[in-house]
């Protein structure tokens, strides 16, 4: 990203800023969440056939891409609405009790939490791009023995998506206090 | 520079125990998508943002330290997630620019 000969194999590229949009179906309640990049996010309701779908959650974030700078390989995370760190979880979730067993070893965990579909279903990451997330965020690590651990979404964690559960910036905009209670 | 060379400089409060890491450089930022596409490891962040997500987007890209300017203090749980992720918390009354320029004086580039 900065020029030069890169010392890194890999990197995150084509960076593009945005927003996740998460909507609401006006009548069947059913939740939907996608990424736009337009400079404004939509706010205005639309019917879809006989569904009408109106804005429920918006949050500033940014979608990318990883370069293979030995292969030249570009592969997009379009799918990839944001990383979940266990200790953001509940103490009593398997998800929690994981990353504090893993945090013995200095080992992070988190999990890559997926768009949904139009249909409400959660799009899929396939464990090849999971393997590169977890190349591009150990290979620049500092710390001596430090290591992240990206799991792809066992836990059923997209279905809890909420404020403060997924690291993107919901309702990290303001400074009021109350408006930064919202961590799972 | 390490990072206790930074905290006397600067005077900074010290929330958490402050770790034996290099400072590599600076990045200013409250948005921590901003931070997980845009800070480098090692860098030291400069925010006034305490919530839980911060220290994780810090976390996954090996930030050595946090300033939290403007007097701001997080909540315990998020001061015992910096001790476990070894990332070290400061506290200062100064605004971010105040921080910033303070830095650079103190030879951070």
């Known amino acids: ?184 | 520079m390490k990072l206790q060379e930074i905290a006397d400089k600067l005077e900074l409060e010290k929330l958490t125990p402050v770790f034996d890491k290099d400072v590599t450089g600076v990045y200013i930022s409250d948005m921590v998508s901003d931070v997980i596409a845009n800070a480098k490891p090692g860098n030291l962040l400069v925010t006034v943002q305490v919530h839980a997500n911060a220290l994780a987007a810090a976390n996954l890209v090996d930030i050595c330290g946090i300033i939290l300017a403007q007097g701001k203090k997080p909540t315990d749980d998020v001061l015992t997630m910096a001790a476990k992720a070894e990332i070290a918390l400061f506290s200062t009354a100064l605004t971010r620019w105040q921080v910033a320029t303070k830095l650079y004086e103190a030879g951070l580039r």
């Open chain 1, 1 to 184: 990203m900065n020029g030069g000969p890169p010392s890194l194999r890999y990197e995150l590229a084509n960076i593009q800023p945005g927003y996740v949009i998460i909507e609401r179906e006006m009548y069947s309640k059913a939740a939907r969440s996608y990424f736009s990049p337009e400079p404004v996010p939509p706010k205005e309701p639309y019917r879809e056939g006989g569904q009408v779908w109106a804005l429920w959650e918006t949050a500033q974030s940014f979608r990318f891409a990883v370069r293979d700078n030995v292969t030249g390989a570009v592969v997009k995370f379009d799918e990839l609405l944001g990383l979940l760190y266990y200790a953001c979880c509940k103490p009593d979730s398997d998800l929690y009790r994981i990353g504090e067993l893993a945090l013995e070893n200095k080992i992070f965990v988190y999990v890559a939490i997926t768009y949904e579909a139009p249909d409400g279903s959660r799009l899929n990451i396939s464990l090849d791009k999971v393997a590169l997330l977890n190349r591009v965020f150990n290979e620049r690590l500092h710390t001596r023995n430090k290591r992240i651990l990206i799991l792809p979404d066992y836990f059923g964690l997209y279905k809890e998506l909420s404020h403060g559960q997924v690291m993107l910036d919901f309702g990290l905009t303001s400074m009021d206090e109350a408006s930064q209670e919202g961590s799972a």
